[in-house]
């Protein structure tokens, strides 16, 4: 069970909300007895001037334990584990407003393609901490905002909280509290007319079918990967895929996949923050060519963009959007450049310096 003294009135949480307020910390690492630890612009620093001393008693008990938390004005996501016999919790501190789509550099295609969308699986992939969760928040309270629709969301924990003056119905399901049996609440939200399904991470064969299963009967279904490119995405989705159903289902993924978009979170210097950025690669959406791709999966990572006319003004042909995150900023240029494979460095060079401050599409993969 989740055990911690994280109030208002404790020591410890007086001093977590005092680090909070300074809007650079991401994160905090809290074991007993020992120094806090927090997460500055992405580099882990020691808060010597203060020990953690617990106010109660704590039983180690093995396992990790997923729950939100909110403290003053602050809210954060929790994880609670075991190191060497201790209790230790790290906690991801949460904006309290979700962010608008534009302000966490979605790209503009993406957005429209998952506003106007009646149906189709949307996936936002990443490594862990670079922010899905919230891109989804801002790209969910977008649509919420603009069509009248039944939203069903499934969360461990929750971790945005949607406001309810939406023009949509917003139902979060927080599994543990709300829901205890994921698959089972996944399969019984195809009845509950919804129009949006959130289903978080997609980690295991069941989920990923379920995900199928919904987007192909007409609904919108968004979930996360952990993976870096789009081509990988596929790759590692119709692996979880039991093999004698694999045919099946890769012939549905190609048919219902409505995007791919992985993102990398990189530091911005000038604002002293970390920046949400839409790395060297990758927003996919659905058309012909991507949907030919995708079932024939042995093609998938020596596929080439087909390139049309199309691209610049729809965005209907594989190819891959790269949003600079400002004009000027030489080093986060310097690392995509630095991150992309080395055999498309030279025309991501060449599109950068064509295309700088600006959002497009670019011919490579």
């Given at each position: ?8 009135d ?94 966490v ?22 490594a ?46 927080e599994?543990?509290?709300?829901e ?131 691209c ?23 690392l ?18 064509n ?11």
């Amino acid at each position: 069970m989740p055990q911690h003294d994280f109030r208002e009135d404790t020591p410890v949480g007086q001093r977590i909300m005092q680090l909070a307020q300074s809007g650079s910390i991401s994160d905090f690492y809290i074991t007993p007895w020992e120094t806090l630890c927090y997460k500055l612009n992405g580099e882990l620093h020691r808060d010597e001037s203060f020990i953690y001393t617990p106010t109660l008693q704590l039983d180690v008990v093995p396992g990790c334990f997923d729950y939100a938390i909110v403290l003053g004005p602050h809210r954060f996501r929790v994880n609670q584990l075991v190191t060497r016999g201790k209790l230790r919790w790290v906690m991801r501190l949460l904006p309290v407003q979700i962010p608008t789509a534009e302000q966490v550099s979605v790209p503009a295609p993406a957005i429209k393609a998952f506003l106007e969308s009646k149906n189709g699986l949307f996936l936002v992939c990443g490594a862990t901490g670079s922010g899905k969760s919230t891109t989804i928040a801002s790209m969910v309270l977008h649509r919420a905002q603009r069509r009248r629709e039944h939203v069903v969301t499934f969360e461990d924990p929750i971790e945005y909280v949607y406001p309810d003056n939406t023009a949509s119905l917003i139902s979060q399901r927080e599994m543990g509290t709300d829901e205890l049996d994921f698959g089972a609440s996944l399969r019984a939200a195809l009845r509950q007319a919804p129009d949006v399904i959130n289903i978080g991470e997609i980690r295991d064969g069941q989920t990923a079918e379920i995900a199928l299963q919904a987007a192909e009967t007409g609904h919108v279904v968004v979930a996360t990967l952990h993976t870096s490119t789009a081509a990988q995405t596929v790759a590692r989705f119709l692996k979880l895929i039991p093999s004698e159903r694999l045919e099946s289902a890769q012939s549905t993924f190609a048919d219902v996949m409505g995007m791919i978009l992985c993102q990398r979170l990189m530091l911005d210097e000038e604002k002293a923050s970390a920046s949400r950025f839409t790395n060297s690669s990758f927003s996919m959406t659905q058309c012909p060519t991507s949907s030919d791709v995708v079932s024939s999966r042995n093609s998938i990572k020596n596929s080439k963009s087909v390139g049309s006319g199309e691209c610049l003004t729809v965005n209907r042909a594989w190819r891959f959007a790269l949003k600079k995150v400002g004009a000027g900023h030489r080093r986060i240029r310097n690392l995509a450049i630095a991150k992309a494979r080395s055999a498309n460095i030279s025309k991501l060079k060449r599109f950068l310096h064509n295309h700088s401050g600006t959002q497009t599409c670019s011919s490579y993969i």
